[in-house]
C-alpha cells in the first residue's frame, strides 16, 4: 500500500501570506495526485487533480505541482476562508487511491 | 446544481449493520461512478469501494470485502451502502461522493455525510 506523509502537521500563518504544503509518496504515483481543502464539519472539496489541474470552481492562488513521490499546495497569498485542513491524495495504485493524515493551517 | 443528499446519523450496536443512502440530483445519475468513503474522527478519508450506478457494478477495498455492499436504485438516482458486523472502530461519518471522470478516483462532489456510532 502506498503512504502519504504529510508536512508540516500543523501550519501557522496569516492572510496574506504565502502557504506551502507538502505531501510525499512511498512510492512513485506519477501525477495521480489531488488535493482536498476540509473545513470543519463538512465533507472535503476537491482542488487540484492530476497534480497540477485546479478542479472547477476553484480560485487561481491554489497551485499543485510535483511529479513522482514529491508533491506540493501552494496558496499564493491566504484568504480568510482558506484556514481549514489539507489532504493528499493518491489514485496510482492499487488500492486504488489512498489518502495522507493531512494538514492544518491555522491563523497564526 | 449537483447534490447528493444522505441519509441521517445512526447508533448501532457491535455486530449490527448500516445501510446509507444516497439521493443524486443535478446530473445524469448513470453518468458517473459513485464511491464511498469514510473517515473517523480526527484522520484521513478512507475509500470503500465504488458502484457503477448504471451496470450495478461494484468493487471494494480488500479491507471490507465481503462486509460493504453497495446497490443502486435508478428509479430515484439514489445509491446505498450496506456495511454489516459492525464493530467499534467502524465509528465514522460516512460519505458518498461522485467521481470526477471516468473512474479517475477523484472525488468532486460529496455528500453531507453520515455520523455512524457503534457502542454498546
Known amino acids: 500500500e502506498i503512504v502519504l506523509t504529510q508536512s508540516p502537521a500543523t501550519l501557522s500563518l496569516s492572510p496574506g501570506e504565502r502557504a506551502t504544503l507538502s505531501c510525499r509518496a512511498s512510492?512513485?504515483?506519477?501525477?495521480?495526485l489531488a488535493w482536498y481543502q476540509q473545513k470543519p464539519g463538512q465533507a472535503p472539496r476537491l482542488l487540484i487533480y492530476?497534480?497540477?489541474n485546479r478542479a472547477t470552481g476553484i480560485p487561481a492562488r491554489f497551485i499543485g505541482s510535483g511529479s513522482g513521490t514529491a508533491f506540493t499546495l501552494t496558496i499564493s497569498s491566504l484568504e480568510a476562508e482558506d484556514f481549514a485542513v489539507y489532504y493528499c491524495?493518491?489514485?496510482?495504485?492499487?488500492?486504488?487511491?489512498?489518502f495522507g493524515q493531512g494538514t492544518k493551517l491555522e491563523i497564526k | 446544481q449537483v447534490q447528493l443528499v444522505q441519509s441521517g446519523a445512526e447508533v448501532k450496536r457491535p455486530g449490527a449493520s448500516l445501510k446509507v443512502s444516497c439521493k443524486a440530483s443535478g446530473y445524469t445519475f448513470t453518468g458517473y461512478y459513485m464511491h464511498w468513503v469514510r473517515q473517523a474522527h480526527g484522520q484521513g478519508p478512507e475509500w470503500l469501494g465504488w458502484i457503477n450506478p448504471k451496470s450495478g457494478d461494484t468493487r471494494s477495498a480488500q479491507k471490507f470485502q465481503g462486509r460493504v455492499t453497495m446497490t443502486r436504485d435508478t428509479s430515484i438516482n439514489t445509491a446505498y451502502m450496506e456495511l454489516s458486523r459492525l464493530k467499534s472502530d467502524d465509528t465514522a461519518v460516512y460519505y458518498c461522493?461522485?467521481?470526477?471522470?471516468?473512474?479517475?478516483?477523484?472525488?468532486?462532489?460529496w455528500g453531507q455525510g453520515t455520523l455512524l456510532t457503534v457502542s454498546s
Open positions: 512510492q512513485s504515483v506519477s501525477s495521480y
Open positions: 492530476d497534480a497540477s
Open positions: 461522493a461522485r467521481d470526477r471522470d471516468r473512474l479517475d478516483y477523484y472525488f468532486d462532489y
Open positions: 491524495q493518491q489514485c496510482s495504485n492499487w488500492p486504488p487511491n489512498t
